[in-house]
């Protein structure tokens, strides 16, 4: 069955830098875009980053650019997004999400305080 398992979430100071991980299985992973999202308290969820099946093409929320990288290995089965100069307001439950046939992992908690 489809599976995606996100990792690496954590508390980190602001400036500091975190990478998350998704590890996806039960499909042809290299077929699909995928996407991370993430969900602050009281808020709706909303997408931070977007990448190619390939991995040749990438999108960001303004919010994140400069400032997050997304990546993919297909060998590995496995996406990536690279957080650096984090601010208390990046705070929220981070989800990955494969595209064209809508699947969720379940989320890891990113928490930036002093």
């Known amino acids: 069955q489809v599976q995606l398992v996100e990792s690496g979430g954590g508390l980190v100071q602001p400036g500091g830098s975190l990478r998350l991980s998704c590890a996806a299985s039960?499909?042809?992973?290299?077929?699909?875009?995928m996407s991370w999202y993430r969900q602050a308290p009281g808020k709706e969820r909303e997408l931070v980053a977007t990448?190619?099946?390939?991995?040749?093409?990438?999108n960001y929320a303004d919010s994140v650019k400069g400032r997050f990288t997304i990546s993919r290995d297909n060998a590995k089965n496995t996406v990536y997004l690279q957080m650096g100069s984090l601010v208390p307001e990046d705070t929220a439950v981070y989800y990955c999400?494969?595209?064209?046939?809508?699947?969720w992992g379940q989320g890891t908690q990113v928490t930036v305080s002093s």
């Open positions: 999400k494969r595209l064209l046939r809508d699947y």
């Open positions: 039960g499909f042809t992973f290299s077929n699909y875009p």
């Open positions: 990448i190619s099946s390939s991995g040749g093409n990438t």
